[in-house]
């Protein structure tokens, strides 16, 4: 039978497993828990925060990286800050009726970007959405960013399950970013004031969060990108795995979901993954073929849509976005490859010079491209 947890019934929880952890015979005890086992890792938090010597009592400080090292740090996180850029801004006004915003910091737990309905004259609002601000475990204790970093899964946690009593106003909701080739650089947050629990949020960050590293996998520089699900799925959503290759079928990255399906490695060929020639993938892809049924050397198939640099906007544009804005961000990409070239983007795109001309509007985004007439 399924029990039903009512909000008051949740702090209880979270009063008994603050008490129990934080008396000294649990803390010499990692056995004893009050907690349920797929939540186990908050209490792991909380006992690397007694360990770094914090108490719950202690004030925080939400202390900034230096100034000189904020430049260092976005620049460090260029490609992050790029590709989650448009979808912190959708994600920002999806949840702005439910007073949460969101944050993105690096692998460091430094915030690097904000976006949402945030109320700048609350002090405790404004504190943790300042660029540069350290939210790191050692810093401010548990929260969702903390062990989202740290356990590399989708995290919530509410009120007192933050271990200082000064950050049990918050509740989060956090997933953490990785990059084309693996590694976790960053998370994504959501967090709101003295708000009601929103375990539901966890979906929407984890869901951002894929949306952000399959970006950051469009955004390099390829020759192919392979759209992939296993055999029978249907191909073109947001869990599809990507791989991102060169010319020669060398692997340029990836996201989780191919990490997941064929455990790739940068570098290495896709030869090494697919019982199918590199020749095959970009034959297809020239042709416009929709789908190859492909084997994969561990006797499983899936299916597979090579796209070349361009298809991928042309053929999956984003359903929830207006089609001035899909027209737009083609337009884009198109100038982008062309490097500015007018001529040679307008007969990409089928048009002439001076409807592309009007479509560049306003003019000061103009000023970077050039017609060699």
Request: glycine letters at 6%; proline letters at 5%; one cysteine or more.
């Amino acid at each position: 039978m399924y029990t039903v947890i009512t909000p008051t019934d949740r702090l209880e929880q979270i009063r008994q497993a603050r008490e129990r952890v934080f008396t000294s015979d649990a803390q010499s005890d990692l056995r004893i828990t009050s907690l349920s086992p797929e939540r186990a890792w908050l209490e792991q938090s909380w006992r690397r925060c007694i360990a770094y010597g914090h108490s719950p009592d202690d004030a925080v400080a939400f202390d900034s990286i230096p100034r000189e090292a904020i430049k260092r740090t976005e620049e460090a996180n260029h490609a992050l800050l790029q590709a989650a850029r448009p979808t912190m801004q959708k994600l920002g006004l999806a949840i702005s009726s439910t007073h949460y915003f969101a944050v993105l910091t690096n692998a460091m737990g430094v915030v690097i970007d904000t976006d949402g309905v945030i109320d700048r004259s609350d002090p405790r609002a404004q504190v943790i959405t300042r660029i540069g601000v350290d939210l790191s475990e050692r810093s401010i204790g548990t929260s969702a960013i903390s062990t989202a970093l740290q356990e590399q899964m989708p995290v919530w946690l509410h009120r007192g399950e933050h271990f200082f009593n000064a950050t049990s106003v918050y509740s989060c909701a956090g997933a953490p970013l990785f990059s084309p080739n693996g590694i976790c650089i960053g998370m994504l947050d959501l967090t709101g004031v003295d708000e009601q629990e929103r375990p539901e949020l966890a979906h929407i960050v984890a869901q951002s969060a894929r949306r952000i590293e399959n970006a950051m996998v469009h955004n390099l520089t390829y020759s192919l990108i392979i759209r992939l699900n296993w055999s029978g799925m249907q191909l073109g959503e947001a869990s599809d795995g990507l791989l991102a290759i060169d010319h020669e079928g060398c692997i340029l990255g990836f996201n989780q979901a191919a990490m997941q399906m064929l455990s790739p490695h940068k570098k290495s060929s896709i030869n090494d993954v697919f019982a199918l020639s590199v020749a095959s993938f970009f034959d297809a892809a020239k042709l416009g073929k929709p789908c190859l049924n492909v084997p994969l050397w561990s006797g499983l198939r899936v299916d597979a849509e090579p796209l070349l640099p361009n298809q991928h906007i042309q053929r999956y544009p984003p359903s929830h976005l207006p089609l001035k804005e899909v027209t737009s961000n083609l337009i884009k990409q198109t100038m982008q490859e062309a490097k500015g070239n007018v001529a040679e983007a307008a007969q990409k795109l089928g048009i002439s010079r001076a409807t592309l001309y009007r479509k560049l509007a306003p003019s000061s985004q103009q000023k970077n491209y050039h017609d060699p007439r």
